[in-house]
């Protein structure tokens, strides 16, 4: 099992960058991928990006792509998600998940373990 602690959301104005990060507790952290999700007010949670165990492969949804970027660090059992260009429409309430298995997974009830989320707002 493992447990998962997101930080880093706040406020900023369009056009700024934040950094998020996700810790993870337990000590088979290599054993899962990680993904990012979001979701707004009255909007389904969803996809953001995704990151494999060891690092090696990622994925994006389109809205972000270019603009954000996963990466993680299996020594301090953290993944990150830097985003740049932050727009009012990526307001929401992000949530780091974990999952067993391989391959680019964007649906969120396939993963297992969520973290209780951090808010980020961007303001115009």
């Known amino acids: 099992q493992v447990q998962l602690v997101e930080s880093g959301g706040e406020l900023v104005q369009a056009g700024g960058s934040l950094r998020l990060s996700c810790v993870a507790s337990g000590r088979t952290f290599t054993t899962y991928a990680v993904g990012w999700f979001r979701q707004a007010p009255g909007k389904e949670r969803e996809f953001v990006a995704t990151i494999s165990r060891l690092g090696s492969a990622t994925y994006y949804a389109d809205s972000v792509k270019g603009r954000f970027t996963i990466s993680r660090d299996n020594a301090e059992n953290t993944v990150y998600l830097q985003m740049n260009s932050l727009t009012p429409e990526d307001t929401a309430v992000y949530y780091c998940?974990?999952?067993?298995?391989?391959?680019?997974?964007?649906?969120?009830?396939?993963?297992?373990?969520w973290g209780q989320g951090t808010q980020v707002t961007v303001s115009s």
């Open positions: 998940a974990a999952r067993r298995g391989i391959g680019a997974v964007t649906t969120p009830h396939e993963y297992d373990y």
